[in-house]
């Protein structure tokens, strides 16, 4: 299993740009997530899915879409790409419930700088 | 205030010494903790859950004080390996989010 997958593994935007983060998970998991990671910031959740067919906003959701296209994947993009979005994202999977989503499988990260 | 803070370290112990790190909570209501860790440049897994009367995993314990709102985790024994990025994380509210601190580094001397 390869589980969490994500791609591209690093980008370069300019400013204006616009761009789709893909993540894929392959452990049949209902519940996905994107993160952002800044330095001193730590890991902030930008939108989450609890189950096929819904999204939720988390902490830091303007600027972002994202879309649950079926179980496995769960894509994360930005319209307009903005400096301040410059970071590395982290999708995540997890069972659904109360007593299993915070034990999350993260993939490698996306580092996304914006010039 | 931020909900959960850490120290960032880098905490610098020399092989076979114990460490511990702290973490602390904003949110009395909050229900839930766990540690991840995180290795440079690669992403968060998880290392354990929190329980108020404190568990133990190996070299690793975990404890919660509710009344002091902190986390804390010890390692004994450290090991090179160990050198890496302590999450504090906890849940703090009924929904699926989790909140991350930004972590404390640990860097294990031989």
């Known amino acids: 299993n390869a589980g969490v997958t994500q791609t591209p593994k690093f980008q370069v935007l300019k400013t204006g740009q616009s761009m789709t983060l893909q993540c894929a998970q392959d452990m049949n998991h209902n519940s996905m997530y994107w993160y952002r990671q800044d330095p001193g910031m730590g890991l902030r959740l930008i939108y989450y899915?609890?189950?096929?067919?819904?999204?939720d906003k988390g902490e830091v959701p303007n600027g972002y879409n994202v879309s649950r296209l079926n179980k496995r994947e769960f894509s994360l993009r930005l319209e307009s790409a903005a400096p301040s979005q410059t970071s590395v994202y982290f999708c995540?999977?997890?069972?659904?419930?109360?007593?299993?989503?915070?034990?999350?499988?993260f993939g490698p990260g996306t580092r996304l700088t914006v010039t | 205030r931020k909900e959960v803070e850490q120290d960032p370290g880098p905490f610098n112990v020399p092989e076979g010494a114990t460490v511990a790190f702290n973490c602390t909570y904003s949110?009395?209501?909050?229900?839930?903790f766990f540690w991840y860790r995180q290795d440079c440049r690669k992403e968060p897994k998880l290392l354990m859950s929190?329980?108020?009367s404190g568990n133990e995993d190996g070299r690793f314990t975990a404890q919660l004080n509710r009344a002091s709102q902190y986390i804390s985790l010890l390692i004994r024994d450290s090991k090179l390996s160990d050198s890496a990025t302590y999450l504090c994380?906890?849940?703090?509210?009924?929904?699926?989010?989790?909140?991350f601190g930004s972590g404390t580094r640990l860097l294990v001397r031989p």
């Open positions: 929190v329980y108020s």
């Open positions: 994380v906890g849940r703090m509210d009924s929904s699926y989010k989790l909140i």
């Open positions: 995540a999977s997890s069972e659904e419930g109360l007593a299993a989503f915070w034990e999350q499988y």
């Open positions: 949110n009395s209501a909050s229900q839930s």
């Open positions: 899915s609890a189950s096929e067919g819904t999204t």
